[in-house]
C-alpha cells in the first residue's frame, strides 16, 4: 500500500447536493447471486422500515461472498431504481476502495446502530 496516491479530489459541490442523498445504514440478509452477470450479486437488505434489494457488483472481490450477510453497511436508499441483468436495484452499496483499485470493503458503523439510521 506504500505507492497508493490518492486521487484528486473532486469539483467542489453545494452542500445540498450531498443532503439530498439518503445515505442509511442496513443489515444485509442475504446475498444471492446473479446469474446474467459475472459481476452483481443481490443483496436483500433490511432498513429497518423495509427491506430492500440492492445489486453490487462484487462478485468477483471475495471468494465466498455469503461471508458479509449479517454485516451492517452504509447504502443510499434514495436512488431512482435501476435494472441491471433483468434485476432491479432500489439503491447503492457504499465501498471503500472500488474506484481507486484497491481491494474493496464494505463501509460500515464502528459500532452495531439500529437498522435505518441515517449518515451524514
Same mark, same amino acid.
Given at each position: 500500500?506504500?505507492?497508493?496516491?490518492?486521487?484528486?479530489?473532486?469539483? &467542489? *459541490?453545494?452542500?445540498?447536493?450531498?443532503?439530498?442523498?439518503? &445515505?442509511?445504514?442496513?443489515? &444485509?440478509?442475504? *446475498?444471492?447471486?446473479?446469474?446474467?452477470?459475472?459481476?452483481?450479486?443481490?443483496?436483500?437488505?433490511?432498513?429497518?422500515?423495509?427491506?430492500?434489494? &440492492?445489486?453490487?457488483?462484487?462478485?468477483? +472481490?471475495?471468494?465466498?461472498?455469503? +461471508?458479509?450477510?449479517?454485516?451492517?453497511?452504509?447504502?443510499?436508499?434514495?436512488? +431512482?431504481?435501476?435494472?441491471?441483468?433483468?434485476?432491479?436495484?432500489?439503491?447503492?452499496?457504499?465501498?471503500?476502495?472500488?474506484?481507486?483499485? *484497491?481491494?474493496? *470493503?464494505?463501509?460500515?458503523? +464502528?459500532?452495531?446502530?439500529?437498522? !435505518?439510521?441515517?449518515? !451524514?
Amino acid at each position: 500500500m506504500s505507492d497508493f496516491r490518492p486521487a484528486p479530489i473532486k469539483p &467542489i *459541490v453545494a452542500f445540498r447536493a450531498l443532503e439530498a442523498l439518503d &445515505i442509511r445504514v442496513g443489515t &444485509i440478509e442475504r *446475498v444471492e447471486d446473479v446469474v446474467r452477470s459475472e459481476k452483481l450479486l443481490k443483496l436483500t437488505v433490511n432498513f429497518g422500515d423495509h427491506t430492500g434489494t &440492492i445489486l453490487a457488483g462484487m462478485k468477483r +472481490e471475495r471468494a465466498n461472498p455469503r +461471508e458479509i450477510e449479517g454485516k451492517q453497511a452504509l447504502f443510499v436508499v434514495n436512488l +431512482e431504481p435501476r435494472k441491471m441483468a433483468g434485476e432491479i436495484s432500489e439503491g447503492m452499496l457504499f465501498d471503500i476502495g472500488y474506484a481507486d483499485g *484497491v481491494m474493496p *470493503v464494505l463501509a460500515t458503523p +464502528e459500532n452495531p446502530v439500529p437498522n !435505518g439510521t441515517r449518515a !451524514g
